[in-house]
């Protein structure tokens, strides 16, 4: 059809019209919007991964400083440890070494207590035999005391 | 009747009713219902697409609406550029307007856009839109400063412009609808069998989609040029 007729422009247009809001409404906005709205949902999910991530990230620098501390402590701990075992054992040895001093210079003193107790009491009866034998030679019992002065002396005088 | 009067009749579009409106006596042709019948068909086929919307675990369909709106949006978007954005939906719904009239012959209708006057009143809307939306976006003053730009003497081309447009893309669209109709009836008369089928998946499934890909395409042209 090639005339031009007014009414079939005129319905054109507002059929257009029509058409177009109705695609608007039916059709862009929903899409749109279903989009926009699934990119929000994105965006977050994505913000969310990111903010877990930057939290384990934390987490694990946490732990990780963490561990290194222990491992100064156990360090720490295990210096101290050896140093008040070295003290001890120290002193367990200086103990001993006290100890076994005394013990030794307790028994020389014994030893020599008893060593120079034998040599009196061996002089004693040294001293008694040689009297007696004297006595016996001698025969008589009044010049015995006399003689045991003389030999105590003579034997005092031999022993310096 | 001889093939003349059998394209004649193709040709014309006839009143199927008239309204009484008011004191109006509209009469409404041919060309107006079957728009109707593109219209519901689409506006049909965007609620069928749009229903049941999610935003995740999507279903095939809405994969399928989703992917006809980027692409369209992105056909359109890729002349218009990044200002124009605001008259995607208009161009992207003139797309589908046009393509399903000039395909709609396949089922036995008349294409609307055999009618002058719908592809008239398509380009008028088209030159309207693109006048006001360099108003718009530039103002009174630099709209009719771009008349004379970019010399003086150039000034009545552009003035001629306003009306050459929507007379060329009126003229074109109709032209290629009426081109490709007359030949593919002349085809089913002389080699009636098979070819014509061949035929008319280039004149009536291609160049109808075409032609309302150059209408669109040109018409953004026309917007980017007016916005920029």
């Given at each position: 059809m090639?005339?031009?007729?007014?009414?079939?422009?005129?319905?054109?247009?507002?059929?257009?019209?029509?058409?177009?809001?109705?695609?608007?409404?039916?059709?862009?906005?929903?899409?749109?919007?279903?989009?926009?709205?699934?990119?929000?949902?994105?965006?977050?999910?994505?913000?969310k991964a990111t903010a877990k991530?930057?939290?384990?990230?934390?987490?694990?620098?946490?732990?990780?400083?963490?561990?290194a501390e222990a491992e100064t402590e156990k360090k720490?701990?295990?210096?101290?440890?050896?140093?008040?075992?070295?003290?001890?054992?120290?002193?367990?040895?200086?103990?001993?070494?006290?100890?076994?001093?005394?013990?030794?210079?307790?028994?020389?003193?014994?030893?020599?207590?008893e060593k120079s107790q034998?040599?009196?009491?061996?002089?004693?009866?040294?001293?008694?035999?040689?009297?007696?034998?004297?006595?016996?030679?001698?025969?008589?019992?009044?010049?015995a005391d006399i003689d045991s002065k003389l030999f105590d002396e003579f034997l005092g005088k031999a022993g310096e | 009747?001889?093939?003349?009067?059998?394209?004649?009749?193709?040709?014309?579009?006839?009143?199927?009713?008239?309204?009484?409106?008011?004191?109006?006596?509209?009469?409404?042709?041919?060309?107006?219902?079957?728009?109707?019948i593109v219209m519901a068909v689409l506006i049909l086929i965007a609620i069928f697409l749009t229903t049941g919307l999610k935003t995740q675990n999507i279903s095939k369909k809405q994969a399928f609406a989703e992917l006809i709106y980027e692409k369209l949006n992105a056909i359109v978007g890729a002349t218009l550029g990044?200002?124009?954005?605001?008259?995607?939906?208009?161009?992207?719904?003139?797309?589908?307007?046009?393509?399903?009239?000039?395909?709609?012959?396949?089922?036995?209708?008349?294409?609307?856009?055999?009618?002058?006057n719908v592809t008239a009143a398509l380009a008028l809307m088209s030159i309207i839109l693109v006048e006001a939306a360099g108003i718009y976006h530039k103002g009174i003053k630099k709209w009719l400063h771009s008349f004379v730009e970019p010399v003086a003497i150039v000034t009545p081309f552009n003035i001629l412009d306003v009306f050459t447009r929507p007379l060329s893309l009126c003229m074109r669209l109709f032209g290629n609808v009426l081109g490709a109709f007359v030949i593919m009836e002349l085809l089913k008369i002389v080699v009636p069998p098979v070819i014509p089928a061949v035929f008319s998946l280039y004149f009536d499934l291609f160049d109808g989609l075409l032609q309302a890909y150059v209408f669109v395409f040109l018409t953004s042209l026309y917007l980017k040029e007016a916005i920029e």
């Open positions: 090639i005339n031009i007729q007014f009414w079939s422009i005129l319905w054109t247009v507002v059929n257009l019209l029509i058409l177009v809001v109705a695609f608007r409404i039916f059709f862009f906005k929903p899409i749109g919007k279903i989009i926009a709205k699934r990119q929000e949902e994105a965006d977050e999910v994505y913000a991530e930057n939290e384990a990230n934390e987490l694990a620098a946490q732990y990780e400083q963490k561990v720490q701990i295990i210096a101290e440890a050896r140093k008040s075992a070295d003290g001890q054992y120290q002193k367990i040895l200086d103990d001993a070494k006290t100890d076994a001093k005394n013990i030794h210079d307790a028994a020389v003193a014994e030893a020599n207590h034998i040599i009196a009491s061996a002089k004693k009866e040294i001293a008694d035999i040689v009297v007696d034998a004297t006595t016996k030679v001698v025969g008589s019992k009044t010049g | 009747m001889t093939l003349a009067e059998k394209l004649v009749e193709e040709l014309n579009c006839e009143e199927v009713f008239r309204l009484h409106i008011g004191g109006f006596d509209i009469p409404i042709y041919e060309s107006v219902v079957v728009t109707w990044e200002e124009g954005k605001a008259y995607t939906g208009y161009l992207v719904t003139v797309l589908l307007y046009i393509g399903l009239s000039n395909i709609i012959g396949l089922f036995g209708f008349k294409s609307p856009t055999k009618d002058v």
